[in-house]
């Protein structure tokens, strides 16, 4: 047993006042998030540098006694505070080269504030934070023991109130198998595994695709800002939420089942971006969700003591006859199977694809951190698993490549 921090989402369901008083803790979040993103902007212009958390949360508090920002004080601080540490980090995170510069939120967009601290749970069905001592009512379907960290309280398109908490909670790892596994990500099929596995691709886009091109269209005849325009907007909303829902819950269990199964996991490190700028592709794409897969798989990994190795980005695993290593130049996208010209083995091009992933992740291992992998990570010889797979999986050495 260890300790880990787990999320558990819930529905909220706040009477109106609780509403109205929700609805400003989003409100003067974004206000601060963008208020003060436009002063790091204008600073920057002019001296080529910006303030940090800590002077603008002395800003903050000079703002506040404003006679004209008066209504700040409605709010509860702490989340105020938190909203300015977030977008310290996210200009954190854009100068590291994580992600990119910080935008101006919009209030049509999904609108959320964090509470660092001081929340509880009374009554079993309530949770209470500053400015709702009074607590609100949530939806326990499903009850947990651990410490409460931080909660963050969201609203979605649909206009349903949701709460998030952050707890430290005892989790028990699943048992090592000693299996190691290759899978690549694919439209026609989700993953295919090295095993022979593969995972469909249920493409919930295309399942609901005429649903929602009928209500939007009916959205595109309404007048904007009316009673109708508003009504309809919402039932787009809900298929897109019923969408998403569909597609993480596949996700989950996919990434569940591969590492509950295997110690040793190898993906492609794709860059979902760049392969997006396809426009013949870039809607399947989009709805495998390849980024989102890779991102359960990694934290599914950490907290069960199994390891996630990415091999680079243009590795020719479809291409690599995966028996005798010569490479097909000639294969193209729409060839599902070909026949090496080197050995006459006949491959499944997916089949194939994730067994040469699987031999480079090995390979990598190997090197110690000689390869470039896991976005240019270096491979700390301490935290490797050679050791273990080459005793529990000889066959996987023997010969250098996965039969």
């Not at 006694?65 to 700040?72: D, G, S, T, V």
């Not at 509880?120 to 379907?141: A, L, M, Q, R, Y």
Request: aromatic fraction near 12%.
């Amino acid at each position: 047993m260890k300790e880990i921090l787990k999320a558990y989402k819930y529905r909220l369901k706040p009477n109106e006042e609780q509403k109205v008083l929700l609805n400003k803790h989003f409100g003067v979040c974004r206000f601060l998030y963008n208020y003060f993103l436009n002063q790091k902007k204008t600073q920057y212009k002019e001296t080529s540098k910006s303030d940090n958390y800590k002077k603008q949360a002395k800003s903050l508090t000079e703002l506040k006694k404003q006679p004209e920002f008066a209504w700040l004080k409605e709010v509860n601080s702490q989340s105020q505070q938190a909203a300015l540490k977030n977008l310290d980090t996210a200009y954190q995170r854009f100068f590291d080269h994580i992600s990119d510069y910080p935008k101006f939120k919009k209030k049509k967009n999904k609108n959320s504030f964090n509470i660092p601290q001081f929340v509880t749970i009374i009554d079993e069905d309530k949770v209470c934070f500053p400015k709702f001592k009074e607590g609100i009512k949530f939806i326990n379907h499903r009850p947990f023991k651990g410490q409460i960290r931080n909660a963050t309280i969201s609203k979605d398109a649909c206009g349903n109130y949701f709460v998030s908490f952050l707890v430290c909670v005892h989790y028990e790892s699943y048992e090592p198998t000693g299996k190691s596994v290759g899978v690549d990500l694919g439209i026609k099929d989700l993953a295919i595994t090295s095993d022979g596995v593969k995972y469909e691709n249920f493409k919930f886009f295309n399942k609901y695709k005429s649903k929602l091109a009928k209500a939007q269209r009916r959205l595109n005849k309404k007048q904007k800002g009316s009673n109708q325009y508003e009504k309809q907007k919402l039932i787009v909303a809900k298929i897109h939420r019923k969408i998403a829902n569909a597609r993480k819950d596949n996700l989950h269990k996919i990434t569940t089942d591969l590492v509950k199964n295997y110690d040793l996991i190898v993906v492609e490190n794709l860059k979902v971006k760049n392969m997006l700028k396809n426009r013949k592709l870039s809607r399947h794409i989009s709805d495998c969700a390849w980024g989102t897969f890779v991102s359960y798989l990694e934290y599914k990994a950490k907290w069960n003591d199994k390891q996630i190795v990415k091999i680079g980005t243009f590795f020719p695993s479809s291409k690599t006859c995966s028996q005798c290593g010569w490479i097909n130049k000639e294969l193209e996208l729409s060839d599902r199977e070909w026949v090496c010209k080197s050995c006459g083995c006949v491959h499944d091009r997916d089949l194939n694809a994730s067994i040469n992933i699987l031999n480079e992740g090995i390979k990598i291992l190997n090197s110690v951190g000689t390869t470039d992998y896991a976005n240019g990570g270096v491979i700390n010889p301490e935290d490797t698993l050679v050791d273990s797979y080459e005793v529990r999986n000889p066959w996987v050495f023997s010969s250098g490549v996965v039969h």
